[in-house]
């Protein structure tokens, strides 16, 4: 019983997260040269949850920085490492700036969430990576509230307000298992056409599912305008 309970929770948790880390691991496969100051807004380490650090994903790639951001909390105090970011705090303006901003998972723990993603903007130069829940179960502690699901217009919505002009979402999950969304952004609007290239009419066989549902979202807006 214990085995099966444990089974179904790695279903609900980590398949949608090695879901997501596949689909961050390819962009940053295509994109990754153009890629050199890195930042993971995070809440906690710099975790894949599979083993891995998210830095060691840009192992080919001569960085000049990589930084990780992290509020605290319950999980710990800031590393020496790190920095501290309040993604709620409306007078935060960034000291530096970075060619990617990643963030996994915490923009649903953050109330002020137009705040968060006008902050996430700010960071970056030029792309922005999001992982939200699109469907899971509440998980709050008494350090964290757990205040919102996304969809993929309201998170695109949130970013193409501040100074995104291409984007994409993907849907990671697999069958019976929690949903995330992976947004990506770009102030550089000639990024759509790669985006779209690398993402959607590939069709490559990991990204099936997400781009298959993908396409359902793009016939319909196309149905209905």
Known sequence: MRERVALLRDRIYRSPRARSNLIY??????????????INVSGWEDQDKNGRTYQSYFKNIQLNSYDV????????????NQLLIDLEDQKFSPSKTYDLVFCHTVLEHVFDVSNAARILCELTDRFVFCVIPHVQEIHSTKDFGDYWRFNPDGIQTLFLKNDI????????????????LCFI????????????????????????SNNFLHFLNTVCKKLKA
Not at 188 to 201: A, I, N, T
């Open 69 to 80: 951001s992290n509020k605290g909390g319950y999980r710990g105090d800031i590393a020496e």
């Open 25 to 38: 691991e390819h962009f940053v496969d295509v994109f990754g040269t153009e890629i050199r100051r890195v």
């Open 185 to 208: 952004g770009s102030k550089d609007p000639d990024d759509q056409d790669r985006l779209d290239q690398v993402f959607f009419r590939n069709r490559e066989p990991k990204f099936v």
């Open 165 to 180: 002009t291409a984007s994409i979402t993907l849907f990671a999950y697999t069958r019976g298992s929690s949903s995330y």
